[in-house]
């Protein structure tokens, strides 16, 4: 069983920067794929960016160029670097662990990009 649990949310104006860390429980974090999700109103969940065990980081084309995925092992923690951040960066954001068969969730942090 693994626990997440996201922090560095919070309301930034257009053009700002926000950085999101997750903080992953167990033994096993090594292991995981590693992710970030978001889920805007009215839509659905879509993947921001994630990245290997070994590293290797994959983002969604609309984010590519702004933020950086990066993992720290030792600490058991992802984070998710946000630049030049648009409105329609705005949702919440979820941390996501993917293993084997297993799949954890953390309960999201809000991002508002806003005026």
């Known amino acids: 069983q693994m626990q997440l649990v996201e922090s560095g949310g919070g309301l930034v104006q257009p053009g700002g920067s926000l950085r999101l860390s997750c903080a992953a429980s167990g033994s096993l974090f090594t292991f995981y794929v590693m992710g970030w999700y978001r889920q805007a109103p009215g839509k659905q969940r879509e993947l921001v960016a994630a990245?290997?065990?070994?590293?290797?980081?994959n983002y969604a084309d609309s984010v590519k160029g702004r933020f950086t995925i990066s993992r720290d092992n030792a600490k058991n923690t992802v984070y998710l670097q946000m630049n030049s951040l648009k409105p329609e960066d705005t949702a919440v954001y979820y941390c996501n662990a993917q293993g084997g068969l297993s799949n954890y969730w953390g309960q999201g942090t809000q991002v508002t990009v806003s005026s």
């Open positions: 990245i290997t065990s070994g590293g290797s980081p």
